[in-house]
């Protein structure tokens, strides 16, 4: 009321209860319209606030802590139809969970088909698509962070091809009204989902028949439902336990979950710390991580030591990477001409952007030959440190693309990503994400009806373009 007032917009508590509440009904109806059409996608996450000032009570002597859900709706990519939806019957034959479905119906996919997916024609320059952007990372680097004369080839400096990029679209969000459940558990996702369908206007006439108008039922129709890794468990726990129902509004078999990029970049992240940071000898090595990041962050070292936050991990991993790269530009600038003892002794030279270009493709060519060979030796002739350091440029570089890709709405390029993330997390320990990874491939590419295929890659193109 007081913001109100001070605006100017209204001054009296009975006409702004009035607008809150026409507000609120033009939000309700505005919900119900976008669900009802059954082109839209829901999305929810957990809301936590801290009540510091609360009073406590018998009952709850010290907890102040709330726990709310918060979930909002996106309309679909205007290329999808309701075509491209109706398949729900279609997916309940197919669930491993179908009590009539048969082991032969559903054959394993071997993980080296996922390399399939986007497969790639032979480049001129004998290098893969994943070299390519490499390259481009290298010259990027040098051209906006290295000595000023570099910045005259940017307009020479070309972004990487596209593999399946989604078209940029407006559109709305429509946020759904806040449910006090905590979606810590499986009955907490229940009844959120629940929540949300209600404020849609979605359901079973049959089960609510109390409802003031009635329910629209989503039929044959699938709807997307996105959410973290904790949340996709949840509602596969769900699925799991409400496949013995009979009829399909009860089963809740037309949702179709899907995973939220961020928080795998985040897991990206958590999983470059795993690696570099967290063993217990990693701050030994010279040329570790760690003693980066003392050097640039010499007050943070415990933070980083201990538990980061993916905020940190980012910035440590864009800085440091830089740096490395820059370095490694300079190292072999030197090698080609002793006289070149730094980068900008070599701008003194005014090289081409040629020949910037094949040094960058050199560099990335000798880095994967050195790693094999590095490791095909005994142990005690092996060059530790330098397989760490070659191992911390590919492993930051491929976070480098999976950003760019996001950032860039390349869901082709985040597909390709995958299959290498997959057995980075699987190497740390991060085994639910690898296994959601394999399991968004593996239905998207391979088991989802052909209309649906598009469905997911084309929502989460359009949201990554419009989180960037």
């Known amino acids: 009321m007081e913001l109100l007032s001070r605006l100017g917009l209204s001054i009296g508590s009975s006409t702004i209860s009035q607008a809150t509440g026409n507000l609120s009904n033009e939000a309700e109806a505005a919900i119900r319209d976008l669900g009802q059409g059954l082109l839209a996608l829901y999305a929810y996450d957990n809301l936590d606030i801290d009540f510091k000032p609360t009073v406590p009570t018998a009952e709850k002597p010290q907890d102040t802590l709330v726990h709310l859900t918060t979930g909002t709706m996106m309309p679909l990519h205007p290329d999808i139809t309701p075509d491209d939806l109706n398949c729900s019957d279609e997916l309940w034959e197919k669930y491993y969970r179908n009590p009539r479905l048969r082991r032969q119906d559903l054959p394993p996919i071997p993980i080296y088909d996922l390399y399939k997916i986007h497969s790639e024609q032979p480049h001129a320059s004998n290098l893969t698509r994943r070299q390519r952007y490499q390259v481009y ?91 973290d890794l904790l949340t996709g468990q949840h509602i596969r726990s769900l699925l799991e336990s409400r496949s013995v129902e009979r009829t399909p509004w009860r089963r809740l078999q037309f949702i179709v979950y899907a995973m939220g990029l961020f928080h795998l970049k985040m897991a990206c992240a958590d999983a470059l710390w795993r690696i570099f940071i967290q063993p217990k000898n990693s701050d030994k090595d010279p040329n570790s991580l760690m003693s980066f990041i003392s050097q640039i962050r010499p007050k943070e070292t415990g933070k980083f030591k201990s538990k980061p936050g993916f905020r ?57 030959v050195e790693i094999d060979e590095l490791r095909a030796k005994d142990d005690g002739e092996r060059d530790k440190q330098r ?48 296994a959601e990874m394999r399991r968004y491939l593996e239905n998207v590419h391979f088991r989802y009806p052909s209309g649906l295929r598009c469905v997911p890659l084309l929502v989460m193109g359009k949201r990554l373009a419009e989180e960037h």
């Open 137 to 227: 990372k290298y010259c990027a680097d040098l051209v906006n962070y290295g000595p000023e004369y570099f910045r005259c080839f940017k307009s020479k400096l070309k972004e990487p091809e596209d593999i399946e990029k989604i078209p940029l679209t407006k559109s709305t969000q429509t946020p759904l009204k806040a449910v006090d459940i905590s979606p810590s558990t499986v009955q907490g996702n229940a009844q959120a989902l629940s929540s949300f369908f209600k404020q849609a206007g979605i359901g079973d006439a049959a089960d609510d028949t109390n409802a003031k108008v009635k329910p629209k039922s989503p039929g044959n129709s699938a709807i997307l439902v996105f959410g």
């Open 312 to 368: 940190r991990m980012h910035e440590i991993i864009d800085h440091v990477g830089k740096v490395l790269r820059l370095d490694k530009l300079g190292n072999v600038a030197s090698k080609i001409d002793p006289s070149h003892t730094s980068l900008d002794e070599f701008a003194k030279s005014e090289p081409t952007w040629e020949s910037i270009q094949a040094m960058a493709q050199q560099i990335v060519r000798d880095s994967e």
């Open 387 to 434: 397989e760490n350091v070659l191992l911390m440029h590919k492993y930051f570089l491929l976070y480098e693309e999976i950003s760019y890709a996001m950032n860039h709405g390349d869901i082709g390029r985040v597909e390709d990503c995958f299959t290498p993330w997959i057995w980075i997390f699987l190497g740390c320990g991060k085994l639910k994400y690898a």
